[in-house]
């Protein structure tokens, strides 16, 4: 039984937690006031400056930031507001991209979102649905859309799909054709972190694919005819554990990669059945040995005990050393440590060598300008000289202690803005922004040093 104070108690937090939805769209609310602030301090011509780098080589120029109708900035702006809010360049491009929108596109929405009526991630789901949309477009949406914006986020992006479609139905009806043109199937990289989710994939693999619904639906069908005979199969071996429905129908997804195989089972199907899979079902031929080059990040200690530690593949993620073989799917796997990052090498030359290259990305694994979530492949940076190369300078200025890799945009931003960088260490860089903000970069992430 409660005690006399509980419910006062209870009263007084269900009145904080009324609150919180409006402190949490209030600081939403704050994010975009900030953009908007920053696009408009950025609306001048980079152009106009004195001594302005031309375009031509690589300079910084007046750029539509939003959809159709909102004001240009500064393209490389975004980068130094980016360290500030200590997000991504990307992600910072899209919240101005967003509040423009917002501002200039759908000004009714935007009056009902600085009310906090709604939360403030649906009003900007919105105008990225609505992006591709013309201003007199899109102010029709925003007329419709504005009576709606208390409902629950699921309605109102519902019903804001389909006032989209219907602001421009022909362009919808382009945009499918146009799906069905980037028709295809992927097995994407597992993203950080996915391996010790609740429902990671630490053992299995993901496969996406788009498709004509037509073509989905007898793919559906063909893969549900492989899991029942395979169901059968289990069935009849009395020691045998029934896996669950998923895990049969991927089990007959994978027998696609045999097509004899799964022919086999298709026609015994077709053919009885109730006939046995057991006897229909011919031996998976051995696939073909082929030669392949996977680079493995692990502890000098764990190769040389041969115990069964953890290893960082590329474009993987972390697997135990037992899982290599189901991952490259087989055994004969010889581990061969082939780059040694605690090598430095210098030339006199101005471009960094390729060697030199691989150890700074296998060190640094992705760009390294402040807060960057830009994680290309290898080869996918530009190697930038973190003290500037000089033609006159001393000799070994190209140097494992003197490469930075960075994404073209970022490049830009530190060649033809007054960023300072220092690379202190292997795979550590320093950051000083032309306004002052400080920020250290390692393998750890970035940081803001202490005063």
Request: charged share 25%; glycine share 6%; with cysteine.
């Amino acid at each position: 039984m409660d005690s006399p104070t509980a419910p006062t108690a209870k009263v007084e937090f269900l009145r904080r937690a009324e609150e919180t939805p409006y402190a949490r769209r209030a600081a939403d609310l704050r994010d975009l006031q900030e953009a908007l602030e920053w696009c408009d301090l950025n609306s001048s011509d980079p152009q106009a400056e004195p001594n302005a780098i031309p375009i031509g080589h690589g300079g910084d120029h007046l750029t539509r930031c939003g959809g159709q109708g909102t004001p240009d900035v500064a393209q490389l702006c975004a980068a130094e507001y980016a360290i500030a809010r200590q997000a991504g360049e990307r992600a910072t491009w899209n919240l101005m991209s967003d509040a423009l929108d917002l501002r200039h596109r759908f000004p009714l929405v935007w009056v009902k979102g600085q009310e906090l009526v709604s939360e403030l991630w649906v009003l900007r789901r919105i105008v990225v649905m609505a992006r591709r949309l013309t201003k007199e477009q899109a102010a029709r949406v925003d007329r419709a859309m504005v009576e709606v914006l208390g409902q629950s986020p699921g309605r109102i992006l519902q019903i804001a799909e389909a006032r989209i479609i219907e602001a421009d139905v022909r362009g919808h009806a382009d945009r499918i054709r146009e799906d069905n043109s980037r028709r295809g199937v992927w097995f994407p990289k597992p993203s950080p972190g996915e391996q010790l989710e609740v429902d990671g994939i630490s053992g299995s693999r993901r496969v996406a694919a788009r498709l004509k619904p037509g073509q989905s639906g007898e793919l559906d069908h063909t893969i549900d005819v492989i899991a029942d005979h395979l169901a059968d199969e289990y069935a009849a071996d009395p020691d045998a554990e029934m896996p669950s429905r998923d895990q049969l129908r991927a089990e007959a997804l994978a027998y696609l990669a045999d097509p004899h195989a799964a022919a086999a089972i298709i026609d015994a199907a077709q053919a009885d059945p109730e006939a046995a899979i057991v006897e229909q079902r011919p031996e998976r031929k051995q696939k073909t040995s082929r030669r392949a080059k996977v680079f493995i990040h692990i502890d000098a200690d764990v190769l040389a005990d041969g115990a069964d530690g953890v290893a960082r593949v590329e474009d993987w993620g972390p697997v135990l050393l037992s899982q290599l073989a189901e991952l490259l799917g087989r055994a004969d796997i010889t581990l061969t440590p082939v780059v040694d990052l605690r090598t430095f090498t210098s030339v006199n030359a101005y471009e960094h060598p390729a060697t030199m290259k691989l150890r700074t990305e296998l060190r640094t694994v992705g760009d390294v300008f402040p807060h960057s979530a830009h994680h290309p492949g290898r080869g996918a940076v530009d190697h930038d000289h973190a003290v500037a190369w000089e033609s006159d300078g001393p000799p070994g200025q190209t140097n494992d202690l003197n490469d930075a890799p960075l994404s073209r945009r970022h490049h830009r931003a530190k060649t033809h803005h007054a960023y300072l960088l220092r690379q202190t260490g292997p795979g550590r860089y320093e950051w000083t922004t032309p306004h002052g903000l400080r920020r250290i970069v390692d393998r750890a992430g970035t940081h803001i040093p202490a005063p």
